[in-house]
């Protein structure tokens, strides 16, 4: 379908007209249904002019442009207006016309070998003209070299989204921006273009719609805000557009291909090159490669491919699966559960003995189904055809078949769990030796409890105060009672000063304390700490002191009485710092504010180091190296700074009421026993919990104490037992004290319901003593 | 496993049987053995009487079947068994029983005199027959070790340990029955709780609680040391003292702890046992250490015999342990004895047994053992009511044991005299 007619236009002019077609592709109905507008542009041409449709765009454009362009746009315009058929073959014509230049265009660039000899000439010319146009051009133009019209063609040569509408400058801005202005942007003289005037109400508006017959076919050009009006073609043209045909009717999509090269041998070669030399020469450098190659692989170099291996290669399926893992193939399977084979109660003809007997039946009959032994009742029959069919058969088998059916397919995993695997790892008492396992030794000698033990520094003698008033001297290794004190009341508190240099021992009863010289051990330490006692000097001026100092004399003095401390209260406690000069004496009283006193002997001084006290004091303990005073009371236990005299630290024993504390010769743990039965150790750099709470007694504790040397710590309680644990300190802080109990040492006889009153460790030898209410203190070795 | 080959052999020439393997029951014990050796030797001379016999396999006393102590002692019930017949340890005879005033912590005996120290403050001598001879007081506290220096003619010199930190010695002259005090031996700290007197009897050392080994002059002399001591006045208020001061020739410290025992081993080696859980041997001429037993208890006594050459201790455990003092290997314990319930507070060896030895607790047993027996003791001398404190084995075989109950017991033994070889 060649163009068979050629316009009059000029070529350049053709070019032009190219041009601005393509500003109208965008909307090509849209330059015609400006129509019922265009005369009116036409007429006056003026700028000032409220109409602003895109002729008087084409026309300020066309102006440069030869008349007769113009008239046929006029042409056009006027025929729109119409809308009549006429209009239709113009616009047709018109398009021809404009297609025509550029098909012959095309068809010059890309049909050059079979272009026809009538149109040569004016390619030439063209060629030259059109030169500047790109090769897109070309390429489009062959594509759609059987385009009839060139409308369609360079609607798609020159369709970019961003080229310039030149009938409005304003840009590809959104019309909105304009929504409050008169105009709607400006012409490319640089004018308003004003919007068209639109009066119409609602009413009018739907009057036009029921009225106007052309009132579907109506669109808004959003450029110019003007009403355009389509023809026929090109709501034809939307119609073929929205059924996805081709916008042009001619255009035929089935056209028969040509080919270009022929797929026969032609005599004539499409080069006539001779061939090349090396084409039949075989590769020097070729062969060399090979030649080095087939060495190496004779010298075993590099190796010749490997053969291929002939077994076939299949994929595992199961490869990944783990054999041991619960769900495995084979571990689901789970076996049906077997039948119970039939016994001799089951047989037609049972022996005697397992035929029931008439009461068996009875009760066989009365019990539930479930509970009955057998199923079913034994018969006897007298021969095999006698049997009659079974009764529950089918029953049976239907349970039979419920039991496989309902079998459960997950196998539940019963979590083994050894109890003895949930007990913390704990060295064997075996390993922790020595240790105090038997009673070796009774001290035997007191009439009643016996309250309060302690042992001399060198641990060769024992003191013990008891409720009978009396302090017995013993020798530990014979047991022997070398000596008796008398004293004028039950004894609570014994205390030999750990000093040993110093030959002293602390006595507690009612509101007194003794300071005695038991003279027992090295003469000269004794008579060097007698002298030390009575060569003291009164100070010139007297302090007033809570606590009267008196020195014993007469037969006080005779028994070993140096100095007697009398307290305003009962005194409970008794125990030295250890240097041996200090000694704590606690008067247990609540709401008091002289709980505790410190006395220093040699000075004979004594200090109330608080203010006040919180709670009823149990127990106090010296630090055994800093200057650190552990008061216990009922449930806490404060550490005081005794130099900088401020709280240090308050422990939270957890416990009810705590009878007894003991410090470890470190100094940074603390032991505290309480009548709810309960132990708590607390590493003081740990936390002001206890670290460790051992709840082995069974009835309340009366006394703690910790060995001097070995990793032991001993508890005694109202149940007659002492318990001796290991309990090792580590210097590395970032070790847990290990806390192991290693023995129970059982051997007091309970008496009005008390056990053991006291324990405490030999000084040297990994020995425990007891006292205990039946009177008699004990030895555990 | 019904019968056993066995060949019997003996030492004693009065019980000689014939050298041929026998064929006897497994089960048979010692009684059923000894039937046998009677029979035969009824058959052999037939003038003999009824002899109880002991039997030896392999060193080790059959104390059950034959069977059984050769499955425990893993011995080849194949072969023929060679078995050793003793006539039988005739048990301890009691004879006497001393009554003291007080508590008695030691005791030592000689041929003619048996010498005590009591809780009471007073040693005691009595004679064999358990009559009070003398009574040596003059300490002001508890007399904790006894030992005889020198018996020639009618005087003696006697040592007594006391807890006031001294020791003395006396002089006693058994004609006029006098005692005197020669000297008074000052310088301990503490407690003297062990003397020995050397072989020689011109020294003699002490142990003490204050650690130390002290070696003292045991010849009594008319001059008095003098006693470097601070304070002149405080010697002065002690006029009432008793002798003359003496002061030690040597001090030996290195214990950690108290000394609770001390010996001679011979004329220059001192052995001490202590509360550090160590015995240690030293020279006596330089006070150098030669070597340490270690142990893991306190030693509470030991004793040496020369005929073995061994140490026996006693600890503040139920065993009697058996040391090799010349062992280097210092830890190595030869033989546990383990049949005591208590401490075990005194051991002694018998002067002329090399197996036998005594050994007293607190249990209130005094045990007869013989080291080829060590599963249990030959015998059990239960008379104490209380504490057994001391226990000593004289020449003569009179075993003596004191205790907590006040009582001295002695016992005659006379085991070793028919087979003193064996």
């Known amino acids: 379908m060649r163009p068979t007619h050629s316009g009059t236009m000029s070529k350049v002019k053709n070019k032009k007209r190219n041009l601005e077609e393509n500003e109208d592709e965008q909307l090509p109905i849209f330059d015609k249904d400006g129509g019922k507008d265009g005369h009116l542009d036409d007429g006056d041409e003026d700028q000032g002019d409220l109409s602003d449709s895109e002729e008087s765009v084409f026309s300020g454009l066309e102006d440069s442009g030869s008349d007769s362009d113009d008239e046929e746009e006029e042409e056009d315009d006027d025929e729109e207006e119409d809308g009549t058929e006429e209009k239709s073959s113009d616009v047709e014509e018109d398009k021809a016309a404009d297609g025509d230049g550029d098909d012959q265009l095309s068809a010059k660039e890309v049909t050059e070998p079979q272009t026809d000899g009538q149109h040569s000439k004016e390619n030439k010319k063209k060629k030259k003209t059109a030169g500047k146009e790109g090769g897109e051009e070309s390429v489009v133009s062959a594509r759609d070299s059987g385009l009839q019209t060139s409308s369609q063609v360079d609607e798609y040569e020159h369709d970019t989204s961003d080229e310039e509408d030149i009938r409005n400058t304003v840009g590809n801005i959104p019309m909105e921006w304009y929504k409050d202005y008169p105009h709607i942007g400006y012409d490319l003289d640089g004018k308003k273009i004003f919007k068209p005037i639109r009066n119409k109400d609602e009413l009018d508006e739907f009057l036009d719609k029921m009225e106007n017959p052309d009132y579907w076919r109506t669109v808004q050009d959003k450029m110019t805000g003007a009403d355009i009006r389509l023809s026929d073609e090109q709501v034809d043209l939307v119609h073929r557009l929205q059924e996805g045909k081709f916008g042009d009717v001619n255009f035929n999509e089935y056209e028969p291909a040509i080919d270009f090269f022929s797929n026969e041998v032609m005599i004539h070669p499409v080069t006539n090159r001779p061939q090349d030399k090396r084409s039949f020469i075989p590769s020097l450098i070729e062969k060399e490669k090979v030649g080095k190659l087939v060495h190496a692989i004779k010298m075993g170099w590099i190796k010749p491919r490997r053969p291929k291996e002939t077994t076939p290669q299949y994929y595992d399926l199961w490869a990944k699966e783990d054999p041991n893992s619960i769900l495995g193939r084979h571990k689901m399977h789970v076996p049906a559960p077997k039948l119970k084979l039939p016994g001799h109660e089951e047989s037609y003809n049972p022996p005697p003995e397992y035929l029931m007997s008439e009461e068996e039946r009875l009760a066989w009959e009365q019990q539930d189904p479930e509970d009955r032994k057998l199923s079913f009742l034994p018969q006897k029959f007298a021969c095999l055809r006698a049997v009659p069919a079974y009764s529950r058969f089918i029953h049976e088998r239907f349970e039979r078949c419920l039991d496989l059916y309902l079998c459960p397919r997950q196998r539940k995993m019963r979590v083994n769990v050894n109890p003895e695997d949930l007990i913390p790892k704990l060295p064997k008492p075996k390993d922790l030796q020595p240790f105090p396992t038997t009673q070796s030794l009774v001290y035997r000698g007191h009439s009643s409890l016996v309250r309060s033990i302690s042992t001399s520094p060198s641990g060769q003698w024992l003191v013990s105060g008891s409720d009978d008033c009396t302090v017995r001297f013993w020798e530990v290794s014979t047991a022997r009672c070398l000596k008796t004190v008398e004293v004028g009341g039950a004894v609570k508190g014994v205390a030999w000063n750990p000093n040993p240099s110093i030959c002293l021992v602390a006595i507690s009863y009612d509101d007194t304390v003794v300071l005695l010289n038991p003279g027992l051990g090295d003469r000269l330490v004794s008579t060097a700490t007698d002298q030390q006692i009575s060569s003291y000097e009164e100070p010139e001026e007297v302090k007033e002191q809570p606590v009267q100092w008196t020195v014993a004399e007469g037969e006080g003095h005779e028994q070993g009485h140096r100095l007697i401390l009398k307290h305003p209260k009962a005194v409970r406690q008794v125990t030295w710092h250890g240097k041996g000069d200090y000694l704590a004496c606690v008067m247990p009283d609540n709401g008091s504010s002289l709980q505790v006193v410190i006395h220093q002997v040699s000075k004979r001084r004594t200090q109330n180091p608080f203010r006040k006290n919180k709670g009823l004091v149990q127990c106090v303990s010296f630090h055994p190296i800093r200057p650190y005073f552990f008061v216990a009371t009922q449930r806490y236990v404060r550490v005081y700074n005794l130099i900088k005299q401020e709280l240090t630290k308050k422990l939270m024993a957890n416990c009810k009421w705590i009878s007894s504390m003991a410090t470890h010769p470190g100094g940074d743990n603390v032991i505290c026993g309480s009548y709810d039965c309960r132990l708590a150790w607390f590493d003081l750099d740990l936390s002001t919990k206890p670290y460790k709470v051992l709840r082995h007694h069974k009835k309340a504790l009366r006394s703690v104490a910790y060995h001097r040397h070995y990793p032991l710590f001993a508890s005694g309680s109202d149940d007659g037992s002492v318990i001796v644990c290991h309990g090792m300190v580590y210097n590395d802080l970032l070790q847990n004290p290990l806390i192991v109990p290693v023995k129970v040492l059982k051997g007091h006889t309970i008496t009005h319901d008390l056990g053991v009153l006291d324990v405490t460790f030999h000084p040297t030898q990994p020995w425990v003593f007891s006292s205990g209410a039946d009177g008699t203190v004990r030895l555990f070795t | ?422």
């Open chain 2, 1 to 422: 496993m019904s019968q056993v080959q066995a060949r019997f052999f003996t030492e004693n020439t009065k019980y000689l049987i014939d050298d041929v393997p026998f064929s006897i029951p497994a089960a048979s014990e010692v009684v059923d053995l000894s039937g046998v050796i009677n029979k035969l030797l009824e058959a052999k001379n037939d003038g003999h009487k009824h002899v109880e016999f002991d039997f030896l396999v392999r060193g080790q006393f059959l104390r059950t079947s034959l069977a059984n102590h050769m499955e425990t002692e893993n011995i080849s019930t194949e072969e023929v068994v060679e078995i050793e017949y003793v006539e039988k340890f005739t048990a301890p005879q009691p004879e006497e029983c001393i009554m003291h005033d007080d508590w008695i912590s030691s005791v030592e005996a000689d041929s003619e005199w048996i010498l005590t120290g009591s809780f009471d403050k007073t040693a005691r001598i009595w004679s064999m027959e358990g009559k009070a001879v003398m009574t040596v007081a003059g300490h002001t506290d508890v007399v904790k070790d006894v030992a005889w220096v020198k018996r020639d003619g009618l005087s003696s010199l006697l040592l007594t340990a006391s807890l006031d930190q001294t020791i003395m010695l006396w002089e006693w002259n058994s004609e006029r029955n006098k005692v005197k005090a020669r000297h008074c031996c000052r310088g301990h700290a503490g407690s003297v709780d062990t003397v020995a007197v050397d072989p020689t009897r011109t020294k003699f050392c002490s142990g003490s609680w204050d650690k130390m080994l002290k070696i003292w002059s045991a010849v009594p002399t008319e001059e008095e040391d003098e006693i470097e001591e601070p304070n002149r006045p405080r010697k002065k208020q002690k006029t009432e003292q008793m002798g003359l001061t003496r002061t030690p020739l040597m001090t030996f410290s290195g214990h950690n702890e108290a000394v609770s025992s001390v010996l001679w081993m011979d004329a220059e080696e001192l052995c001490s046992a202590s509360w550090d859980h160590t015995i240690r041997l030293w020279d006596a001429e330089t006070g150098g250490q030669k070597n340490t037993i270690t142990g893991s208890k306190v030693f509470s006594c030991i004793s040496y015999s020369p005929l073995c050459r061994r140490l026996a201790s006693g600890s503040t455990d139920r065993h009697v342990r058996l040391w090799d003092p010349r062992s280097k290997d210092g830890y190595l314990v030869l033989l546990s004895l383990t049949s005591h319930n208590g401490w075990v507070t005194a051991v002694r060896w018998s002067p002329s047994h090399e197996h036998q030895l005594v050994s007293g607790s607190l249990d209130n047993v005094v045990k007869l053992w013989d080291t080829r027996s060590c599963k249990a003791p030959l015998y059990d001398l239960a008379a104490h009511e209380d504490k057994v404190m001391c226990v000593d084995w004289t020449e003569n075989g009179l075993i003596l044991s004191g205790g907590a109950d006040n009582k001295l017991y002695t016992y005659r033994y006379s085991a070793c005299v028919s087979d003193a070889g064996a």
